[in-house]
């Protein structure tokens, strides 16, 4: 039986692309365009639980994403990068904020927005609804 194997995109290739070209391309506004990018990722790509949000961000390759903690207005989801021990401190993370807004707002039919706080091990999602 032959084995198949997922192509995978080497990681240097994608951080060209993701930390430099993308960042020149939009310049002054890479954080406000890669938010409501990420929040039309989610749209396109629904997730129905929260177990599914966190395998999408495993199988897009953005890391492994876990819940927290979570309240009836507030998710706090933490971000590890598997392909590396510690994250740039430079990286804009409002993709996979965006992402997160618009998927728990979905999901819970309430206007949500996610803020992120980028620390050497792991990136901090909070997303607070009305």
């Known amino acids: 039986m032959e084995k198949t194997q997922e192509k995978m995109i ?10 430099h070209l993308i960042a020149n391309l939009l310049g002054k506004h890479e954080q406000e365009v890669l ?5 039309d990722l989610a749209r ?8 599914e949000i966190e395998a999408f961000f495993q199988q897009a390759g953005w890391g492994e994403l876990h819940t927290h903690k979570s309240s009836k207005h507030e998710v ?26 618009e998927q728990l707002e979905l999901l819970e039919s309430r206007m949500t ?14 997303v607070k609804s009305e």
């Not at 396109?44 to 177990?51: A, L, M, N, R, V």
């Not at 706090?76 to 965006?98: I, T, Y």
Request: aromatic share 14%.
């Open 113 to 126: 927005e996610c803020v992120e706080d980028v620390t050497s091990k792991l990136v901090i999602f909070t």
């Open 10 to 19: 080497p990681q240097f290739g994608y951080e060209l692309i993701r930390d």
């Open 44 to 51: 396109k790509f629904p997730c129905s639980s929260i177990d």
């Open 76 to 101: 706090v989801f933490h971000l590890q990068n598997s392909l590396r021990s510690s994250l740039r401190s430079d990286r804009c993370f409002k993709l996979e904020a965006g992402f997160l807004a």
């Open 35 to 39: 938010y409501w990018a990420g929040k």
